[in-house]
């Protein structure tokens, strides 16, 4: 076992030993660490949700009326009416047939992918794509291949030089190979769009099944918070919308929405979805009730969509490079990943966390702060949070 230490005193050398960071205390827009208040720029709980007393109270309800644990899986004795009423909820919510809970995003896509796709199948995905779809394509056996991240011609001129044989035949059906192409619709640690009309315009034109990875938009993007589709006014064109629920709706869980038989067919073939217990009674109970406040509205979208622009244009103003950021998601552009470390261990001291992301989570030489902005955050937070990072920023002469 000798090698872990090798491999542990490596990552330390390179800078990109990892540690956790204890939250003391609950989710919100300040949180305690070592004892100490500081302001949170780190959660993916956007809508502050993951603390909301009328979620809480939900999910206390809910194990006194159905109990702690579901006790098997979906298909053996764990389907309760709960898991029903979710379900239903989520595909009303992405206006779509029907749905399907996956016990977290990461599961939802492995198995999606993995069952949909297989040998002789091809994957176009693009290169920043969140590294649960790359697990999920790798599982699938298909053949893979990453395009430069949201370049349309790049993405075509991949499709061209793949040809299928025998030709697909749209769905797959009866031995025809699939060409499948997926994207996230929020990027996870770039914080920008995928350039969703022209890959519909693509998957139409090289009949490819079209799958969208809504993790970050759930709850955020879109009119009424429905996501990538609800943006660009596409949601009919998307055959797999995969989201989560432990980001804005801050919950837990993941899902599948999309047509009836693309659900009763993940039902039957999705091994993540099959062989492990079902999520438990307070957790969905969370996840229905943060989607009642979701529908609801309650002016969360308009707070946290307030915050970024104040948030994006004070470091903007300062001199940081935000990498393009169109969403809650903003990356302060280091570089180096001894320094990304430095600034965050910097902002921490200061009294604001956020955490330095290394690779292989981002390219070499794309180490960065990875800012996420929360509905809840006062302008009092995102003031001070600026005023430090132009102090770390200054010392370490990034702006
Ligand atoms: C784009 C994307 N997809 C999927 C996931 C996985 O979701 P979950 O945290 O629910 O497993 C995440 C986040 O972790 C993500 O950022």
Redesign the pocket.
Known sequence: MDFIDDELAELKREGLYRELKIIEGEQGNRVRIGGREVILLSS?NYLGLASHPEIKKAAVSAIEKFGCGSGASRLISGSMELHKELEERIASFKKTESAILFN????A?LGVLSSICGKGDVIFCDKL??A??IDGCLLSGAELKRYPHKDIDALERLIKLTPLSPPYIRGGARGGKKRLIVT?GIF?MDGDIAPLKEIVVLAKRYSAILMV?D??ATGVLGKDGRGTGEYFGLNDSIDII?G????AVGS???FVAGRKKLIEFLINKARSFIYTTSLPPSVIASSIAAIDIIERGDNLRDLLWKNVSYLKDGLTNIGFDIMGSESQIIPVFVGDTHRAVEMSQMLLKEGVFVQGIRPPTVPQGKSRLRVTVMATHSKADLDTALASFEKAGKKLEIV
Request: charged residues 15%.
């Open positions: 993916n977290s995003g990461y599961t896509n794509n969140h649960s779809i996230d996870s990875d993790a970050h995969m989560t629920l432990s980001k837990f869980g993941g």
